[in-house]
C-alpha cells in the first residue's frame, strides 16, 4: 500500500465513476472556478499512454523534506510545492481550493504545474539537486533510483547539499520531475 503520485488521462479525469477513480466532479468545479476567473477551461486532458504515464511511491519520511522546505521557500512557495491535491498543467496564479473531496481530503486543492514547477526548481538549485537523477523513466523509476542504490552510489563520488538527506532529495526530486511531466505531456497529476 501507500500513496502514489499518478497521471491522469482523459477518461478518468472526465467520468463521474468515483469506483473508478473517476474525478469528474473536480474536473467539472475546476472549470466552473477557471470560468469565473475569466480562464479558459481545462479541457485537453490527453488519454493515456504508456508514454504518458507517471507513477512515483510516496514512502519515504518526509521531516527532513519539510525542514528543507521551510529553510529555502517562503511560506507560500512551500505551499505552492506541497500543500496540493491535483495539478495540472494550467498556469494559475494561486491555487484554487474545490469543494470537492478527493482521495486523501475533502476539499481539492489544485495548483498550476508552470508554479510548482518553479518552486521545486529554486529547491532542486538550492540543494544542487544533480542531472543525473532521472529525467524519463519507467513507472516507479524515480522511486527505485533513490531506494535501489544509484542515489547512494552518486552521493559516495559527488556529495552536496543533496546527498545530507537522500529522502529530502527524493522529494525534492519527485516535485520537480512530476511538475515537469505535466507540462511537457498536458496531463494532470493526482495522488492515489
Not at 525534492?172 to 494532470?188: I, K
Amino acid at each position: 500500500m501507500g500513496m502514489y503520485l499518478v497521471s491522469v488521462g482523459r477518461q478518468e479525469w472526465f467520468s463521474d465513476d468515483e469506483d473508478l477513480g473517476g474525478k469528474g466532479a473536480i474536473a467539472s468545479a475546476l472549470n466552473e472556478e477557471l470560468r469565473l476567473r475569466g480562464l479558459p477551461p481545462y479541457e485537453s486532458v490527453p488519454e493515456l499512454s504508456p508514454a504518458l504515464w507517471f507513477e512515483e511511491k510516496l514512502s519515504l519520511p518526509m521531516t527532513g523534506f519539510s525542514a528543507l522546505c521551510r529553510a529555502h521557500l517562503t511560506p507560500e512557495e512551500e505551499e505552492t510545492l506541497c500543500g496540493w491535491s491535483e495539478m495540472v498543467p494550467v498556469s494559475l496564479d494561486e491555487e484554487i481550493t474545490l469543494p470537492v473531496g478527493g482521495a486523501y481530503t475533502v476539499m481539492t486543492v489544485v495548483a498550476g504545474a508552470p508554479q510548482v514547477l518553479a518552486a521545486a526548481e529554486r529547491l532542486a538549485s538550492a540543494i544542487g539537486l544533480p542531472p543525473e537523477v532521472p529525467d524519463v523513466f519507467p513507472n516507479l523509476g524515480l522511486t527505485m533510483w533513490f531506494l535501489d542504490g544509484q542515489a547512494k552510489d552518486l552521493a559516495a563520488t559527488r556529495p552536496g547539499p543533496w546527498s545530507e538527506d537522500l529522502n529530502s532529495a527524493f522529494y525534492a526530486a519527485l516535485y520537480l520531475r512530476a511538475a515537469q511531466h505535466s507540462l511537457r505531456c498536458g496531463v494532470p497529476l493526482s495522488y492515489s
